[in-house]
């Protein structure tokens, strides 16, 4: 692809966000709002490993059933999360079939129409996680300082983790399942017939 097709899809992925402005809002919110819990799940879980001695002092068998238990979820939610967010994408992609089966009947090739809707879901994608990532450093930042004028033995996280650590993988990550949302989602419509629903 040359510059000047991407600088178009670009443009044009940016005018239908602008355009649509609901549901980019909505599907922002949404990856913010997961990015926000799987954050949250990570800094609980390195937040109890850094503490697993003191926590489970003469327990083995519940530290074995908590690392179990960690496994299971870290397995379950990046699935939900992409559940989630590809639903998101489908409600977006639902409200506008009947552009996209215009652009099918002046003859635009698939791929033609894929990339700008591939370009919306990176853009939602990050978006989302600096506004989830900045949402989650507040919120740790707050209980950070209130659990550690209490209890000061604890061994949590830093906030400043999110920032410097979890920040860009979180990010590529996004982009990565923002594109891919989109192309799940368009799917089905691409493969309808004209006008069909």
Known sequence: MNINKFKYFFLD?????????????????????????????????????KNSATIFINNKGMSTVFELLEIAVFLIIPVVSLFLIVNAFKMAMFQRRYEVNIMKLVGATNWFIRWPFIIEGVFIGIVGVFVGNLSLFVIYTFIYTKVMAFTPELSLVQPSFIINTMLWPFAIVAAF????????ALRKILKCGVWES
């Open 13 to 49: 992925a940016l005018k239908s966000l602008k355009r649509n402005i609901t549901l980019t809002v909505f599907s922002v919110f949404t990856v913010s709002a997961t990015i926000f819990i799987v954050g949250l799940f990570l800094i609980y879980l390195l937040s109890v490993n």
């Open 177 to 184: 399942i923002g594109s891919i949302g989109s192309l799940i």
